[in-house]
């Protein structure tokens, strides 16, 4: 890293939002992308400031936004979301203290297998997580919108 600032990892607080607004629109497409207004990262930090928001972590180099990781825990697995670093300090380990540092507070609850998703076209993030043993799963990933952004029911 080009600094000599300490690298920490504390819980989000609201007036991280937009330093982490702008973090996630650089690190996830999809969060410029009109047609998913699913994916609105101001919608993401107020759900999770309503659920866990204890297992919500930004790294902070100085002063600086640098990283962001979501947890969730159900009581049976435990869930990983929303890791991203800001594009000039990748291959630092940051993204490696962020998941450790959830892997260790889901560790402490008691969660004893930490799932996440990564899209098939991201070979990259894939080779992040293979590098920190995580494993593919023998399973395929379902999913369902509900409420207002729920896909239309199929015809019977
Ligand atoms: C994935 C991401 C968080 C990794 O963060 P990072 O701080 O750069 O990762 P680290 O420095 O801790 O990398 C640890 C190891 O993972 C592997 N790795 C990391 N990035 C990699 C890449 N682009 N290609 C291949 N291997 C990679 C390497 O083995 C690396 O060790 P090395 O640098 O000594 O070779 C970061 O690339 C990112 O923010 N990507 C965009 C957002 C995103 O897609 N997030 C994942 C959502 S599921």
């Known amino acids: 890293m080009t600094t000599n600032a300490t690298l920490s990892i504390r819980c989000f607080d609201a007036s991280d939002t937009d330093a982490v607004v702008a973090l996630w629109q650089n690190a996830f497409?999809?969060?410029?992308?009109?047609?998913?207004?699913?994916?609105?990262?101001?919608?993401?930090?107020?759900?999770?400031?309503?659920?866990?928001?204890?297992?919500?972590?930004?790294?902070?180099?100085?002063?600086?936004?640098?990283?962001?990781?979501?947890?969730g825990y159900d009581g049976h697995r435990g869930w990983l979301y929303s890791l991203a670093v800001d594009e000039s300090l990748r291959r630092h380990g940051i993204g490696t203290r962020l998941v450790a540092h959830v892997e260790a507070v889901l560790t402490e609850r008691g969660c004893p297998k930490l799932n996440l998703q990564v899209l098939s076209a991201k070979a990259d993030v894939r080779a992040f997580y293979e590098a920190l043993g995580y494993r593919a799963d023998a399973v395929i990933s379902l999913g369902k919108r509900l409420g207002e952004l729920a896909d239309p029911a199929p015809a019977v």
């Open 29 to 71: 497409p999809e969060y410029r992308d009109v047609t998913k207004p699913q994916r609105n990262p101001h919608l993401s930090i107020a759900n999770k400031l309503a659920t866990q928001p204890e297992l919500f972590f930004v790294a902070v180099l100085g002063e600086r936004i640098v990283g962001t990781v979501m947890g």
